[in-house]
């Protein structure tokens, strides 16, 4: 079986987004906008380092690359005086690809769950942040599976 790796340059990138958003219903040239990649970063070998997605208002689906091509970080956010603000899921991985971490923002500060995992997939930290602050109880378990801690976070 032939095995082909794409390197994604900026040049690319716009191509592939012109020609995808003109491939679809009458109603996409109206919001070709929202179909388009817009390339932010490169590596210095030229492999994309951050693109983003516009989705809806202010809101984009940014998306971080390792150096392999593979996706190092990925979730929505907005922008206030250039600055990225994350909101909502970010997911990151491994290079490998594996599921490194998962966390939730609210307007740019961490609110909800958080959970990591190993290298090998088995979960490693959990727990609860409410308005930036870790709250609850936190769960920290070596890689085999076994909880080596536990603790209540909670402020007193």
Request: charged share 20%; aromatic share 12%; proline share 3%.
């Amino acid at each position: 079986m032939m095995n082909i790796k794409f390197t994604l340059t900026a040049g690319l990138a716009t191509i592939l987004a012109f020609a995808f958003s003109s491939c679809s219903d009458s109603d996409a040239s109206e919001n070709a906008s929202h179909d388009e990649i817009e390339v932010l970063e490169n590596w210095p070998n030229g492999v994309v380092k951050k693109d983003r997605v516009h989705l809806v208002a202010d809101t984009f689906k940014v998306s971080y690359y390792h150096e392999n091509y593979k996706l190092n970080m990925t979730g929505r956010a907005f922008y206030v005086e250039g600055e990225e603000v994350k909101h909502g899921d970010w997911i990151s991985y491994y290079p490998d690809g594996v599921k490194w971490s998962q966390d939730t923002y609210d307007k740019g500060v961490q609110n909800g769950a958080y959970m990591t995992w190993h290298p090998n997939g088995t979960p490693y930290i959990s727990g609860h942040h409410t308005e930036g602050a870790m709250t609850g109880v936190w769960t920290i378990q070596d890689s085999t599976g076994v909880v080596v801690k536990t603790f209540d976070s909670t402020p007193k």
